[in-house]
């Protein structure tokens, strides 16, 4: 069964909180964006050995193993537009589709213990990213296809709000303990 696709535009949540997960932008610190990162990545593992982690609760919403492998996906092509905003200002960034993408590689059929792998390894490489940002950097800019505009400032927090907001979506919380 296909899901319906999510065409809302989350940027909203660069200026104010999702009531959804809790996250609140203002939390957002640059000395603790590459950790926060790394961290969204804890947890995952234990969530998608769940027995039940290829089923999908109802049919508008993912299982737990197309979510990771959402994740899994968000990780590397945050890093790729990271990328590219440091090394051009201005960057354009090529449309991504989530929903063609979940069809298109199968998600529901992938290896919950490979997507757990490879989930940890895009976030640490994500997180090694923004450790690489310099001060001179933060303002740097990108644009999405639909337009919307970022600093690799506002980026972090969009990227932030993602990975955390998912967590909320399959029952973790959306910042593990430290």
């Given at each position: 069964?296909?899901?319906?696709p999510?065409?809302?535009?989350?940027?909203?949540?660069?200026?104010?909180?999702c009531?959804a997960?809790?996250?609140?932008?203002?939390?957002v610190?640059r000395?603790?964006v590459?950790?926060?990162?790394?961290?969204?990545?804890?947890?995952?593992?234990?969530?998608?050995?769940?027995?039940e982690?290829?089923?999908?609760?109802?049919?508008?919403?993912?299982?737990?193993l197309?979510?990771?492998?959402?994740?899994r996906?968000?990780?590397?092509?945050?890093?790729?537009?990271?990328?590219?905003?440091?090394a051009?200002?201005?960057?354009a960034?090529?449309?991504w589709?989530?929903?063609?993408?979940?069809?298109e590689?199968?998600?529901?059929?992938?290896?919950?213990?490979?997507?757990?792998?490879?989930?940890?390894?895009e976030?640490?490489?994500?997180?090694?990213?923004?450790?690489?940002v310099?001060?001179?950097?933060?303002?740097?800019?990108g644009?999405?296809?639909?337009?919307?505009?970022?600093?690799?400032?506002?980026f972090?927090?969009y990227a932030?709000?993602?990975?955390?907001?998912?967590r909320?979506?399959?029952?973790?919380a959306?910042?593990?303990?430290?």
């Amino acid at each position: 069964m296909a899901i319906t696709p999510d065409t809302k535009d989350w940027t909203w949540v660069i200026e104010r909180p999702c009531a959804a997960c809790g996250f609140d932008p203002s939390t957002v610190r640059r000395d603790d964006v590459a950790d926060r990162i790394a961290r969204s990545a804890v947890g995952w593992d234990a969530a998608l050995a769940r027995p039940e982690a290829r089923d999908r609760p109802d049919e508008a919403t993912w299982s737990v193993l197309e979510y990771g492998c959402h994740l899994r996906d968000v990780h590397r092509i945050m890093r790729e537009r990271l990328g590219l905003m440091l090394a051009q200002d201005g960057a354009a960034f090529a449309n991504w589709d989530q929903d063609v993408t979940a069809v298109e590689d199968a998600y529901g059929e992938q290896d919950p213990a490979t997507v757990a792998a490879e989930l940890a390894a895009e976030a640490a490489a994500f997180a090694a990213a923004y450790r690489t940002v310099g001060d001179d950097d933060w303002a740097r800019t990108g644009l999405r296809s639909n337009g919307s505009a970022f600093t690799v400032e506002s980026f972090a927090i969009y990227a932030l709000h993602d990975l955390e907001h998912h967590r909320v979506d399959v029952g973790l919380a959306a910042r593990p303990a430290d």
